[in-house]
């Protein structure tokens, strides 16, 4: 199919600066180029990196944000092959294609993951499919800038799925839920019968005790504060869910709650201190996998000859360590067959709500954020 040479105009939520709300605004889409794709997004996740990025993180403004989006192909560039007009798509993480990272199937590692992610305009030309009132508009956020009722991907984030799913809910799977399962499946290497410890009960935690639990976790204990989440978190299949603040000594506590220590753990707090206790509760051989965003001068006192004496590791990971054309796919063959319920960490706002939706998310209200958008 051809692209339709046509802008399209589509309805956004604009940051015109830094810190402040989102503007809901009429925008312009340009078509897509040869190895793009032009997608009417149907709803699409809210994110922590949104925030963090609407409050500040270095990107260029005005610019559109968003980057769970799903949604239904509208028009294509004339060299993509992997998605056609009709086709329903997850958009997820961009990255180059060519670097040797990329070439080895490890896309996470891309070495333009910045540019191709966060830098507001195609890396190549420093141009943008978006604009305003005839000037031009940041967007290419994460390859594809969903909060729009209409966004420009590229052939390489836009992951085709079954039309009998419901494309609705699946934007999360691009992104934080990816974040948090491919963590404990692809950089944990995570193995039936083991036990693992998830640092904070977010969506991207819940989505590593998902992924746990699905792959038959022998224990899983969740470390929050919050009684909601630590309610949903036993609902979804944790053994445990420690309070910090009303236990004395943490690390005392999860070693005698796990007979020992735990296999592996994911810290999705961010705080240090967390993380040291994650490290002294690991088992011979365990790994600590880091998804949180820790403070600017955040460091761990790790003791060398402790790590080496039991073979543990520490290892950050961005997006799971997936290749969304894999891993994606993964997610929705589990949830298919009724082992990765992460519908349940879904709380759904009309698009116009974004800001509403921000802030519950902040003070924690709800889980995963989802803006519906409206019919185009
Ligand atoms: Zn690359
Ligand atoms: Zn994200």
């Keep these: 199919m051809k692209a339709s040479a046509k802008p399209i105009r589509a309805r956004a939520a604009v940051v015109r600066e830094l810190g402040k709300p989102f503007r809901l605004e009429d925008i312009e889409v340009a078509p897509p180029r040869d190895d793009e794709v032009r997608v009417r997004i149907v709803a699409a996740g809210i994110c922590h990196t949104d925030l963090v990025v609407r409050d500040g993180f270095n990107v260029p403004v005005p610019v559109v944000l968003?980057?769970?989006?799903?949604?239904?192909?509208?028009?294509?560039?004339?060299?993509?092959?992997?998605?056609?007009?009709?086709d329903h798509v997850v958009l997820s993480?961009?990255?180059?294609?060519?670097?040797?990272?990329?070439?080895?199937?490890?896309?996470?590692?891309?070495?333009?993951?910045?540019?191709?992610?966060?830098s507001g305009v195609r890396p190549l030309d420093g141009s943008s499919p978006l604009s305003c009132n005839g000037s031009m508009l940041y967007g290419n956020f994460f390859g594809q800038s969903s909060f729009a009722t209409y966004a420009v991907a590229h052939e390489r984030n836009?992951?085709?799925?079954?039309k009998n799913l419901p494309l609705e809910l699946l934007g999360p799977l691009g992104c934080g839920i990816q974040t948090g399962a491919g963590t404990v499946?692809?950089?944990?290497?995570?193995?039936?019968?083991?036990?693992?410890?998830?640092?904070?009960?977010g969506a991207v935690g819940l989505a590593g005790l998902l992924a746990a639990v699905a792959i038959g976790a022998?224990?899983?204990f969740v470390i929050e504060i919050n009684p909601e989440r630590a309610k949903l978190a036993l609902s979804?299949?944790?053994?445990?869910?420690?309070?910090?603040?009303?236990?004395?000594?943490?690390l005392v506590a999860l070693r005698e709650a796990s007979d020992g220590g735990v296999n592996h753990a994911l810290d999705s707090t961010g705080r240090p201190q967390l993380m040291d206790?994650?490290?002294?509760?690991?088992?011979?051989?365990?790994?600590?996998?880091?998804?949180?965003?820790?403070?600017?001068?955040?460091?761990?006192?790790?003791?060398?000859?402790?790590l080496l004496m039991r073979g543990v590791g520490v290892k950050s990971v961005l997006e799971g360590d997936s290749d969304p054309q894999i891993f994606i796919p993964q997610m929705l063959r589990w949830y298919q067959?009724?082992?990765?319920?992460?519908?349940?960490?879904?709380?759904?706002?009309?698009?116009?709500?974004?800001n509403e939706a921000c802030r519950a998310s902040e003070v924690g209200k709800v889980i995963k954020p989802l803006l519906i958008m409206p019919e185009a």
């Design 236 to 250: 979804l299949g944790a053994t445990q869910v420690i309070n910090p603040r009303e236990t004395p000594d943490l």
């Design 93 to 118: 993480y961009n990255s180059c294609g060519i670097c040797t990272a990329c070439r080895l199937g490890l896309p996470s590692a891309c070495e333009q993951l910045i540019p191709n992610n966060f």
């Design 218 to 220: 022998s224990k899983a």
């Design 158 to 162: 836009t992951v085709v799925v079954d």
């Design 277 to 306: 206790t994650a490290i002294q509760a690991l088992r011979p051989g365990g790994l600590l996998g880091i998804i949180g965003v820790p403070p600017p001068d955040g460091v761990l006192s790790l003791k060398l000859m402790d």
């Design 66 to 86: 968003g980057h769970e989006g799903a949604g239904i192909v509208e028009s294509v560039g004339s060299r993509v092959k992997n998605a056609k007009v009709g």
């Design 337 to 354: 067959e009724g082992r990765f319920p992460f519908d349940k960490l879904i709380g759904k706002f009309p698009f116009e709500q974004i």
């Design 185 to 201: 499946v692809n950089a944990l290497r995570f193995r039936k019968g083991q036990s693992i410890a998830i640092f904070g009960a």
